[in-house]
């Protein structure tokens, strides 16, 4: 395997939600909000090796976007460490995050709310560049001129405004800002949810030429299976803050271990002919604030044992490049 | 990257914005005419050399033969003293303009300052949170939690009369208005996408602060700033006329009341009343116009 | 033949804008037969909701209904005003939406607001309408529905709240039920729960369901039929299974074939170029022109409604030839698991 590029190490992030100077009063009387800790990612470890693509899928709150936002440097975490290319990505300083590299970028779900309206696209892509000395400030404007060339739109827009383009026009201006940095890992928190379906085809077509000509590495976050697929080398499934499975995808597809996977799998209504039969998964998705003991999914799992309840399954290899974390494949469930 | 993208939308300039606005804020009569109103008490103001018969602040040029005139009367230099006189002599409508210069000069200056000092203040709490903000946020609910006229009057009886005095005092008591209005935008603001982009890419932090959470926090401080002014206003005037704003030499609104006051009950009524439908026409004119703005500015209410 | 509980009839509404009048719905026509589901499919600002919203006479100034009938039961809704309208809605027909928080009020349990819609519309006493409401609970696969009636809605997650609203709706066995994203906001594994839910209701009370999506997945596993809008108007229309197994209008044809779960890892997909055109700068003729592959020089005129035998339509100059045998690329089920 060649050398990581990213190595996420036991990585844990919580979030502590105190409870305000009206809640604790309330709390004083009986009736108020208690100290509440979101255990939003739990020992995870994950590596990404140069020029991959790693999708992360799971369903909403089950801490993608945070394990994101934690390779980002926007987050630090709480336990473990995020390492890119041996060095960390950021360090907490007093109460707020710095991050320490700029090769490292991401791309956010919702293009209206990623771009800053008051800007002019040609300055929102150049700014960061500009600020960390990657082009000369008389040479941005040539510089977005040709990024935005790069991601298909025309470089004459760069004076307009974000209202003034369309949802799959934005998100081509935030891939543009992100490549701007001339990064090597992108995360990418679903960039495509918020899209329209004839606009999808076009960012998954230009992220996938964009990852060839430009040997990017990627963590790509999806709920869309479908997407997922299309896009990555490998794929891990999340559930309530844990890495469920990890496998390369085409066997991960052809084959899933983990009983959420397969569940998740089989409730995804497809875009196939007919009123297909999916099977959805019974059973509500748990508080990541109140989880529940051992495997987390064993309140829905319809293999869950004694063993379930008790123990949590570690993420164990199945076979080469494949890891599950269920107890069916370490001697049952009892 | 083979999709050719058509831009429908045709480029919006700041001229189109501008003329959006103008076209939305037209469609109050009320809020059109106070701007009307607005705009020539700015213009009297500006003009009030030229536009006055009199210089009230010139003490020679006051005859104490004119003093008391009846409005209508013709003083001793000639011209008629449309609103009358008051016991130094002073034509009133003189003093109305000066009055109004000084009332809106120190309006303005202390609606600046104030949104200067409270935008600063609301910025950082918000950019920087957790327990600066808690601070700064507790500061100033104290402080919006006292009437802004007690605050005012203990600063100007520490500080002494005065124009700068004034408006320092004005400001003190002010800029909490334009902190927590910021503080609010800019909180709002300081969960959005961009941001959170702009800290990963990442942007140096005054970039963010300035560049990025600044501007889009603005629109509500535009309606508080307005309303602020004609709060400055209305306030200078109250100490004035308790007599702890501005002296009679150098007459503002608030000092022409106050001055008039006593000659109210003898039934020369003009030297208060005049000066008095100034302020009131000034102050509720500012607030109809910025009542408006925030209607405009409000993207539930416009479009 | 099944009954017809709905039916719409080149129904027209605009927003009075700067630019003009907007026509967000134009000539929108559909019917939906007792127990069916119609899938309402397109894009974002294609006309869906206000589609659902007219029907509903929920449209607000600047919008109004500028033309077209909506027949419930044979009789036009369109021109009722007030509270002849009020009378109606919840009772004969209910809407659900994206957010269930626009039907629910926060600071009520949710028996309250139960018991007060069960006896909004029919006079029963508030045991027996709370009985109903415990029913209606039950109905859509709520557990425990006694507690929940004592509940609040922050109390309940995402999926209950939303499985609450349909219970509301649902409280007067309306004929109809328009129903705008329901499941956008939920996850995977609640929206499977919630759309079996709504098959089995369908099927089992009669209730006519009008499904707003823009998710083709949904609505080819839920709907009987489908109507795809593009741009205010309806482009095709048939039984769920025809149309998606094999689209006639071009616009179709290149939704369903950029849906990537359909193609071979890792290659190009085909896409539909350009992006959706803005209601107040149309194309002349055929609003898809600028984007289709198949464009004509008939297509700078309005295309006429084609009438295809098996119930279906599509507005196009230029339709697609029918495949007789289902191309194997939509059937694959490379990733349903090996069990
Ligand atoms: N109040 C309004 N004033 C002006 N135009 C409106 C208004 N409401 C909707 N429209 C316009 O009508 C068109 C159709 O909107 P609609 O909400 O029905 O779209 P939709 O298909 O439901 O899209 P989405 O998938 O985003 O919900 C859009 O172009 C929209 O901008
Ligand atoms: N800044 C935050 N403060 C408190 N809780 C958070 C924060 N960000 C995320 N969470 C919580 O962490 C969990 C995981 O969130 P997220 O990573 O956004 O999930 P996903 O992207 O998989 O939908 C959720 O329960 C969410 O509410
Ligand atoms: S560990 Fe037990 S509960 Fe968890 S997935 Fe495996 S069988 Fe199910
Ligand atoms: S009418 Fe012409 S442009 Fe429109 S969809 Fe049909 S072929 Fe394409
Ligand atoms: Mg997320
Ligand atoms: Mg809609």
């Known amino acids: 395997m060649p050398a990581a590029l990213l190595d996420i190490d036991h990585v844990s992030k919580r979030f502590v939600k105190r409870p305000n100077l009206g809640e604790q009063i309330a709390g004083l009387l009986g009736a108020g909000r208690k100290t509440e800790i979101v255990r939003a990612v739990s020992d995870v470890s994950l590596t990404v090796a140069k020029g991959e693509v790693v999708g992360l899928v799971g369903e909403s709150g089950c801490g993608k976007s945070t394990l994101g936002r934690m390779v980002a440097g926007i987050y630090t975490p709480s336990d473990g460490k995020i390492l890119f290319g041996n060095a960390p990505v950021a360090k907490e300083q007093g109460r707020r995050t710095h991050k320490l590299t700029t090769r490292v970028q991401m791309i956010h779900q919702d293009p209206f709310a990623s771009l800053n309206p008051r800007i002019r696209i040609g ?36 004076r307009r405004f974000p209202h003034q383009f369309s949802g799959g026009q934005r998100q081509r201006i935030a891939i543009a800002r992100a490549l701007a940095m001339k990064p090597d890992l992108l995360v990418l928190d679903e960039p495509v949810a918020s899209l ?139 | ?127 920087y949170g957790g327990r600066i903000e808690a601070l700064i946020m507790r ?87 307005t309303v602020q002014v004609a709060n400055s206003i209305a306030l200078e005037a109250t100490l004035s006329f308790l007599g702890l704003g501005l002296p009679i030499t150098q007459p503002s609104l608030g000092s022409l009341i106050s001055n008039g006051f006593q000659f109210l009950l003898s039934g020369r009524y003009w030297i208060s009343i005049y000066p008095g439908i100034a302020l009131m026409l000034t102050v509720v004119a500012i607030n109809l116009v910025g009542d408006q703005v925030r209607n405009v500015l409000n993207p539930r209410r416009s479009r | 033949m099944n009954e017809v509980v709905l039916r719409v009839k080149n129904l027209q509404t605009q927003f009075q804008t700067r630019a003009g009048a907007l026509k967000a719905v134009d000539g929108v026509s559909f019917e939906v037969g007792r127990g069916r589901i119609l899938g309402l499919v397109g894009e974002s600002g294609s006309g869906k909701s206000v589609t659902g919203y007219s029907i509903l006479g929920l449209v607000e100034p600047p919008g109004r209904i500028a033309g077209g009938e909506v027949l419930l039961n044979g ?21 659900v939406f994206q957010d269930p928080m626009m039907t629910l009020n926060p600071v009520l349990k949710i028996g309250t607001q139960m018991i007060a819609a069960v006896r909004a519309h029919a006079r029963v006493s508030r045991r027996a309408a709370r009985s109903r ?137 085909p896409q539909v170029p350009g992006s959706t055109p803005s209601l107040a700068n149309l194309p002349p003729g055929c609003a898809f022109a600028p984007r289709c592959a198949k464009a004509g020089p008939a297509c700078t005129t309005t295309p006429p409604l084609q009438q295809f035998e098996g119930g279906r339509t599509a507005l196009c100059h230029y339709p697609i030839e029918p495949v007789s045998c289902q191309p194997l690329s939509l059937t694959s089920t490379t990733y349903r698991s090996a069990s």
């Open chain 1, 196 to 334: 329209d379906v004839s606009i999808q085809a076009q960012v998954l077509n230009l992220f996938m030429d964009l990852r060839s000509d430009l040997d990017l590495t990627g963590i790509f976050i999806s709920h869309d299976l479908g997407v997922v697929r299309h896009v990555s080398d490998r794929v891990a499934i999340m559930y309530l803050g844990r890495i469920v499975e990890l496998a390369p995808t085409a066997e991960l597809y052809a084959k899933p271990n983990h009983p959420y996977t397969r569940a998740l799998f089989e409730s995804v209504p497809r875009v196939g002919v007919g009123r297909k039969n999916f099977r959805p998964i019974a059973g509500e998705i748990p508080s990541p604030l109140n989880p529940p003991s051992g495997c987390h999914f064993h309140p829905r799992c319809p293999f869950a044992g004694p063993r379930c309840k008790r123990e949590a399954p570690p993420l164990e290899a199945i076979g080469p490049g494949r890891f599950s974390a269920c107890h069916l494949n370490t001697g049952g469930t009892d």
């Open chain 3, 75 to 95: 009789k036009d809704i369109t021109r009722l005003k007030g509270d002849a309208m009020r009378q109606v809605r919840g009772a004969q027909i209910a809407m």
């Open chain 1, 123 to 158: 300055d929102t892509v150049s700014e960061g560049p500009v600020a960390h000395n990657i082009v000369k400030a008389r040479e941005a404007d040539s510089y977005v001129a040709d990024l935005l060339g790069r991601v298909g739109l025309d470089p004459s827009y760069r």
């Open chain 2, 139 to 225: 500061i100033i609910d104290l402080q919006l939690s006292l009437p802004a006229i007690l605050l005012a009057l203990v600063l100007v009886a520490l500080l002494g009369q005065g124009l700068m005095q004034l408006v320092a005092a004005l400001v003190a008591a002010q800029y909490a208005y334009f902190a927590r209005t910021t503080h609010g935008a800019a909180s709002a603001e300081r969960r959005k996408d961009y941001i959170e982009a702009a800290l990963s890419t990442p942007l140096p932090a005054r970039h963010v602060l300035f560049r990025h959470l600044l501007p889009n926090a603005l629109p509500p401080l535009i309606v508080v700033a």
């Open chain 3, 133 to 269: 409401a415990r029913d209606a609970l039950a109905k859509v696969g709520i557990p425990s529905p006694e507690e929940r009636l004592e509940a609040y809605p922050h109390q309940l997650s995402g999926g209950m709240r939303q499985r609450v609203a349909i219970a509301i709706a649902l409280l007067h066995s309306p004929a109809v039920i328009i129903a705008d994203e329901p499941t956008t906001a939920l996850d995977v594994s609640i929206q499977g729960q919630i759309l079996a839910e709504v098959r089995r209701l369908a099927d089992e009370t009669g209730t006519a369901f009008v499904w707003v999506t823009h998710d083709l997945a949904v609505v080819s596993s839920l709907a009987d039929d489908i109507c795809v809008m593009y741009a205010g108007r309806v482009v095709e229309s048939g039984p769920a299974a025809d149309v998606i197994g094999s689209p006639r209008h071009p616009y179709t044809a290149g939704l369903l074939a950029s849906v990537p779960a359909e193609h071979e890892p890792g290659t190009k997909l």
């Open chain 2, 1 to 127: 990257m083979s999709s050719s993208p058509a831009l429908t939308l045709p480029a919006e300039t700041s001229w189109t914005r501008l003329s959006n606005f103008w076209s939305d804020f037209r469609q109050s009569p009320v809020a059109v005419a106070a701007l009307i109103v607005v705009v020539v008490v700015v213009l009297m103001a500006v003009l009030a050399p030229l536009v006055a018969p009199q210089d009230p602040y010139n003490q020679e040029a006051l005859d104490l033969f004119d003093a008391r005139l009846e409005p209508g009367e013709v003083g001793s230099g000639g011209y008629v003293h449309w609103l009358g006189t008051d016991a130094a002599g002073r034509d009133i409508f003189s003093a109305i303009l000066y009055g109004l210069r000084t009332s809106l000069i120190v309006g303005v200056m202390a609606g600046t300052l104030a949104l200067i000092l409270g935008t600063t203040v609301g910025l950082v709490a918000a950019y």
